[in-house]
Every structure is written in structure tokens, then in C-alpha cells.
């Protein structure tokens, strides 16, 4: 084996340490309480985050709702949760955040299905889209990000409040302190900041969004929190460049973890003290 061999198996060596030492320190909900009589809606619950999410709150006796934009994929995560959670209180319902109106008929038709909701989560997102402007007249990747997550929000919160005790968890990203928002160009109509930053804005939003929230419902029962899930393997960046994506994708498939909701996001879901 020649010098560069060497250095090539010693680098290997090295980068498959550091997966081990990184993936068996990191943090892990081990919280084994039960959700039953639960409610709860996910949004973007058809793949990832979310998908997961979803599994673990219909493992635990939940009641849950896939807020999804495609139904056909809504549905065949259904049947996925269902077959290996072994629960049928699994309910799809069509959400689409780019759009306002698509936002209140979900809200609509889940209020006629349901008189609580105890948990709310804020996780679907979208990065790498087109800069134009939704039939709402909002930059699209700002109103799936936030404008929409933020009507969702206000449009459930009377059923939150009168649940009691209820959640709204909004999940956010540690791209959030690259943002700022600029309230003379939301709609980026004086200049574009590009798709990264784009996005750190609207994460930033959401941050925002979730602290007033939980200023404003001090008392009410009702708690707000938002998160970083940490560098999970999603499908967020497909709409990226193919290489990019691929990078990326590899890059938190060896390093970081897969999706298995193992993190904050569970344990701002069910642990007793939030």
C-alpha cells in the first residue's frame, strides 16, 4: 500500500471515529409517556421530520392529523404508520401552505372533525424554490416557510386555548442566526438575497413568531416553542441543485442522524414539563 493509500485509510479511520463519538453523544428523548386522547396535527407529515413525528405521537395513542400537500403521498404515509405502528388513528387532510386559502379549508375540516387539538406542529418547509410571487401575492418560499405556519397558527389557537394544556411547536432551524427580516422587501420585490438566505430569514421568522406567541399566551395554557432539529437526513433541499443536494444529503447520512425523531422535537412533544 503506497503513501496515499495509507493516508486514505487513515482518514477513513478517523471520519468513522468521529461518526461513532458524534452519534453516540447526542442528545436522545427517552421519555416513554403515553399520548392517548391525544390530537394532534403535523404539518409536512408525509415524509422526514415529520413522517417521523407523526409514527412516534401514533405509537404513543395519539390521535394524528397529516397536514399534507400532496394527498397521494399523505396517504401512502398513512398506510406506512399504520402498518408499523399498529394504529389506525391516523387521519390525512390536504394542506397547502402557499396557499392562504388552502390553509382555511383545512382548518375548516378539521374543526368539523374535531372539538380539541392538543398538539400543533409547525414542520413543514420548503428551500430552493423559484423567487415569484404565490396567488396570495406573497413571495412563495416566505408564505410555505412562514406566512402560511402563521395563519395555520392563529386560525387554531381558539381551539388550543379552549383544549387546555395544549402545544405548538413550530420547528425552526439553526440557520435562523444568518437571518434578518427586512420588512421593506419581504416580498423581495427591491432584491432577491438568494435561497440560503432566504430561508435563515424565514426560519428567523418563525423564532420570532413562536417567542411573541408564547409571550402573548403566558397564562392561557397554552405553550409555544420553536426548534432546532438538528442536521437530520430530509428531503428540505431537493429542490436544491443535484449536487448540492447529494452533498448534503451524504454529508448528514454519515455524520449526523437519520431520520428517527430521537431529538428536541420529542421532547418538546411529550415530555411533562414544557
Known amino acids: 500500500m503506497g503513501l496515499l493509500g495509507s493516508v486514505g485509510v487513515v482518514l477513513g479511520l478517523a471520519m468513522l471515529a468521529l461518526k461513532v463519538w458524534y452519534q453516540s453523544t447526542m442528545g436522545m428523548c427517552r421519555s416513554t409517556r403515553r399520548s392517548d386522547g391525544k390530537v394532534v396535527i403535523v404539518t409536512g407529515s408525509n415524509t422526514g421530520i415529520g413522517k417521523e413525528t407523526a409514527r412516534d405521537l401514533a405509537k404513543r395513542g395519539a390521535r394524528v392529523y397529516l397536514a399534507c400537500r400532496d394527498l397521494s403521498r399523505g396517504q401512502a404515509a398513512q398506510r406506512e404508520i399504520i402498518e408499523s405502528t399498529g394504529s389506525h388513528q391516523v387521519e390525512v ?54 406566512f402560511g405556519p402563521f395563519l395555520l397558527t392563529i386560525l387554531l389557537l381558539d381551539v388550543l386555548k379552549k383544549t387546555g394544556s395544549s402545544r405548538i411547536i413550530t420547528v425552526s432551524s439553526l440557520a435562523h442566526k444568518m437571518g434578518k427580516i427586512e420588512f421593506d422587501n419581504l416580498n423581495c420585490e427591491k432584491s432577491f438575497p438568494g435561497g440560503t438566505k432566504l430561508y435563515s430569514n424565514a426560519k428567523l421568522a418563525n423564532v420570532l413568531f413562536a417567542n411573541e406567541l ?53 421532547h418538546c412533544l411529550v415530555f411533562n414539563k414544557i
Do not use: C, W
Not at 221 to 249: D, Q, W
Not at 254 to 263: D, G
Open 93 to 146: 387532510l390536504k394542506l397547502d401552505l402557499g396557499s392562504l386559502a388552502s390553509v382555511r379549508e383545512f382548518v375548516k375540516q378539521f374543526l368539523s372533525k374535531e372539538k380539541q387539538l392538543d398538539i400543533l406542529v409547525n414542520n413543514a418547509a420548503a428551500t430552493g424554490l423559484e423567487n415569484k410571487l404565490s396567488k396570495d401575492g406573497l413571495q412563495q418560499e416566505m408564505q410555505i416557510n412562514h
Open 214 to 266: 408564547a409571550r402573548k399566551l403566558e397564562g392561557t395554557g397554552v405553550t409555544s416553542n420553536s426548534l432546532h432539529p438538528g442536521a437530520v437526513k430530509t428531503e428540505i433541499a431537493r429542490r436544491l441543485p443535484f449536487l448540492i443536494y447529494k452533498l448534503l444529503g451524504y454529508g448528514t447520512a454519515f455524520f449526523f442522524k437519520v431520520i428517527y425523531i430521537k431529538f428536541l422535537a420529542k
